[in-house]
């Protein structure tokens, strides 16, 4: 059976996206994710998306997979590609701009702006450790500033899930982090039980961040739009950040927004379509 598939990515955080509206379940395996991901022997990329039916009145549903297989909960780059991807396949008949996204974290609705961005509301920030999921500290208690033996090091770490888990530090040069050694070790750390997203952050000022990213199931990306998410509520929720930033990754700039008004984190930022082909 040939599939169809179209190559995104959103700062470089790459996607192989599938139409998968003819059916609920994934066209494919996660070890068939697995092949499809590889750089080398493969198409090459950090997950693949499926767009699939909606459920409970949304408009579509995203299943995604790490590049290692996992399945993660949500993915911010991958769901801006997923709305350039809907786009293109209503082509004359897309009626809307806002599409309401069934996802393992929930309702999420990004949104084409007339200047080729996606917005995204990626809804509330979960805080407490067992939302998370983490053993640093008490069940019902927020994680903020808590020491973490990784490495042989202490490091003040803050955890943030937006559906999907993170651990945020905030360190003096992202560029020193060696991502590769300690990304693995934060990774499978037993304190995570679900495994996290490692983000490392540089402030430049209240409203611009640095960030490097060892992400759950794929390693270093060249982006991750949780992670920025989560970063930014980690930046306010220890004062040293704005309610809005840029936050730059090695792959470009995100626009993040933890709104005073509704307490939802927005995201803005592009989605591009590299090339289609047929496996
Ligand atoms: N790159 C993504 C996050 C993808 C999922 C992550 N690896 C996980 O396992 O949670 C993003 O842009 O948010």
């Given at each position: 059976?040939?599939?169809?598939?179209?190559?995104?990515?959103?700062?470089?955080n790459?996607?192989?996206?599938?139409?998968?509206?003819?059916?609920?379940?994934?066209?494919?395996t996660?070890?068939?994710?697995?092949?499809?991901?590889?750089?080398?022997?493969?198409i090459?990329?950090?997950?693949?998306?499926?767009?699939?039916?909606?459920?409970?009145?949304t408009d579509?549903?995203?299943?995604?997979?790490n590049?290692?297989?996992?399945?993660?909960e949500?993915?911010g780059?991958?769901i801006?590609?997923?709305?350039g991807?809907?786009?293109?396949?209503?082509?004359?008949?897309?009626?809307?701009?806002?599409?309401?996204?069934?996802?393992?974290?929930?309702?999420?609705?990004?949104?084409?702006?007339?200047?080729?961005?996606?917005?995204?509301?990626?809804?509330?920030?979960?805080?407490?450790?067992?939302e998370?999921?983490?053993?640093?500290?008490?069940?019902?208690?927020?994680?903020i500033?808590?020491?973490?033996?990784?490495a042989?090091?202490t490091w003040e770490?803050?955890?943030?899930?937006m559906?999907n888990?993170?651990?945020?530090?905030f360190?003096?040069?992202?560029?020193a982090i060696?991502?590769?050694?300690?990304g693995?070790?934060?990774?499978?750390?037993?304190?995570?039980?679900q495994?996290?997203?490692?983000?490392?952050i540089?402030?430049?000022?209240?409203?611009?961040?640095k960030m490097?990213?060892?992400?759950r199931?794929a390693?270093?990306?060249?982006a991750c739009?949780?992670?920025?998410?989560?970063?930014l509520?980690?930046?306010?929720?220890?004062?040293?950040c704005?309610?809005t930033?840029?936050?730059?990754?090695p792959g470009?700039?995100?626009?993040?927004?933890w709104?005073e008004?509704?307490?939802?984190?927005?995201?803005?930022g592009p989605?591009?379509?590299?090339?289609?082909?047929?496996?």
């Open positions: 059976m040939a599939i169809e598939f179209t190559k995104y990515h959103g700062l470089g790459d996607f192989i996206l599938i139409d998968n509206r003819s059916s609920s379940l994934p066209v494919l996660p070890e068939q994710a697995v092949k499809l991901c590889d750089r080398h022997f493969g090459g990329a950090d997950g693949v998306i499926f767009a699939l039916p909606g459920e409970n009145g579509y549903t995203m299943r995604i997979f590049s290692d297989g996992s399945e993660p949500m993915c780059n991958g801006r590609c997923l709305a991807f809907l786009a293109d396949l209503e082509g004359e008949f897309r009626n809307k701009d806002l599409y309401r996204i069934h996802t393992l974290a929930g309702v999420i609705t990004p949104q084409l702006m007339p200047d080729g961005q996606v917005k995204v509301d990626m809804g509330f920030p979960r805080l407490l450790a067992r998370i999921p983490t053993t640093l500290g008490a069940a019902d208690v927020k994680v500033n808590q020491p973490l033996e990784v042989g090091q770490v803050t955890c943030v899930s559906g888990p993170h651990c945020i530090t360190v003096e040069d992202v560029v060696s991502l590769e050694t300690i693995p070790l934060f990774e499978h750390h037993p304190a995570f039980p495994r996290i997203n490692t983000e490392f540089q402030l430049v000022s209240r409203d611009y961040l490097r990213v060892w992400e199931g390693g270093i990306t060249l739009g949780t992670g920025a998410c989560a970063s509520v980690a930046g306010v929720l220890t004062g040293k704005d309610r930033a840029i936050v730059e990754l470009g700039p995100l626009q993040i927004e709104s008004i509704d307490q939802r984190v927005y995201m803005t989605a591009e379509r590299v090339f289609t082909g047929k496996l």
